[in-house]
């Protein structure tokens, strides 16, 4: 904010959306094309997520900062979002809780099970093709599969989108197999980092600087484990759903007061 080092505001012939970019040791830029609303405060908190990242791996050669996986990429994003989400939900009155919650699960919804679909989708295509080549039908039918599977009995399944796979451009390129499925892990590697903060704010300040900055050295499982965090365990992700969850109860009980 001081250095002048985010371009906030949309202007005619700049591009949309928001990203972060790191430009050289520690120092990032932001683009945004911000307007008053909490959804750009939130993709705001975003972006700085990235920023901050990126300033936690200053000390890092580039090769060490640069082999950041995809998966790990958006921790700090994720992480910022969701402590801004928390702390406006204290501030702010029942309405404005509402329209806030009602946009992060829809956020979560796509995220955590749209995405899970897809990648199962993704990978009973795989274990198929090895075979052979399959018809349109059955790309439908493994679509169909996939999204029961996850939606379970939340939405009719009239409504359920077998031609998935015929609309979203990643599945026809070689180079970005199993593309969502970091966006889904990221968002619940955030979230369960969350859960870790809010349990010893303390402690998870200690070591969630050095975790950043060790993001391009190692894998997730690794990484997690030097921080007493073990992400093969089942709890780990349940603590994950459980930020969710805990959402989900605050805002199903606004909906019965409002009525
Ligand atoms: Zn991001």
Not at 58 to 71: F, H, L
Not at 237 to 257: H, N, P, Q, R, Y
């Amino acid at each position: 904010f001081n250095e002048n080092w985010i371009d906030a505001e949309p202007r005619s012939g700049k591009v949309g959306g928001a990203f972060c970019m790191g430009v050289r040791r520690g120092e990032s830029r932001i683009l945004a094309n911000y307007s008053p609303s909490f959804s750009w405060v939130s993709t705001l908190a975003h972006e700085l997520g990235h920023a901050y990242h990126n300033l936690a791996e200053e000390d890092r050669t580039m090769i060490q900062a640069g082999a950041t996986p995809m998966t790990l990429a958006e921790t700090a994003s994720t992480f910022c979002e969701t402590i801004l989400r928390k702390a406006a939900l204290k501030t702010v009155g029942a309405e404005e809780q509402l329209v806030i919650l009602e946009g992060s699960l829809q956020d979560a919804a796509g995220t955590i099970i749209d995405i899970t679909s897809r990648f199962l989708f993704e990978q009973s295509v795989f274990e198929r093709r090895r075979d052979r080549e399959l018809s349109a039908d059955e790309f439908n039918s493994l679509m169909f599969e996939a999204q029961k599977a996850t939606y379970g009995d939340a939405i009719e399944e009239s409504t359920l989108h077998p031609y998935m796979w015929a609309v979203k451009g990643h599945y026809y390129s070689m180079d970005y197999a199993f593309y969502n499925y970091p966006y889904m892990f990221g968002m619940l590697f955030g979230l369960g980092l969350y859960a870790q903060y809010e349990q010893d704010p303390d402690a998870f300040r200690e070591s969630y600087d050095d975790l950043l900055s060790s993001t391009g050295m190692a894998d997730a499982a690794d990484l997690a484990g030097r921080f007493g965090i073990d992400i093969r365990s089942k709890e780990f992700w349940v603590g994950s759903l459980d930020v969710v969850c805990e959402d989900i109860a605050t805002f199903e009980e606004l909906v019965a007061k409002s009525k």
